[in-house]
């Protein structure tokens, strides 16, 4: 399953416009609005990797890191693609009516995946 979507992904990336997102300055004394956080293990020592859907930044233990992101289906669907290290990241963000998915592959492995409900959104994809 996980394979399947992320290949899937991969496609739909390739047909849309890249967005280089270098690192981002946080705001003195204000903590960003983070949407999902995951525990990861990069060079053998646990790390924390979280997003902000609202700015598009990626963190890793609370540091923005750079990454490439691709907006697509009108800005409902986010992804995020980083490095740390020697890893490869790659966040994928969904938005379908009032629900959100948020998806962490991790060196082309499917990490974790986080649902969020109530969303104001009133979303549907477009029929592909």
């Given at each position: 399953m996980s394979v399947l979507l992320l290949s899937g992904r991969k496609k739909v990336i390739e047909t849309k416009k890249k967005i280089v997102?270098?690192?981002g300055k946080l705001d003195e004394g204000k903590a960003p609005a983070v949407t999902a956080t995951w525990r990861?293990?990069?060079?053998g020592e646990r790390k924390n990797?979280?997003?902000?859907?609202?700015?598009?930044?990626?963190?890793?233990?609370g540091s923005p890191i750079e990454c490439t992101a691709y907006v697509t289906d009108g800005g409902y669907d986010l992804d995020l693609?980083?490095?740390v290290g020697e890893n490869h990241g790659h966040i994928y963000s969904d938005v379908e009516g009032t629900e959100m998915t948020n998806y962490l592959f991790f060196d082309d492995q499917l990490v974790a995946?986080?649902?969020q409900k109530n969303l104001q959104s009133k979303h549907q994809p477009d029929d592909i």
């Open positions: 997102k270098k690192v990861v293990v990069a060079g990797i979280s997003f902000s859907r609202d700015n598009m930044n990626v963190y890793l233990d693609l980083f490095n995946q986080e649902k």
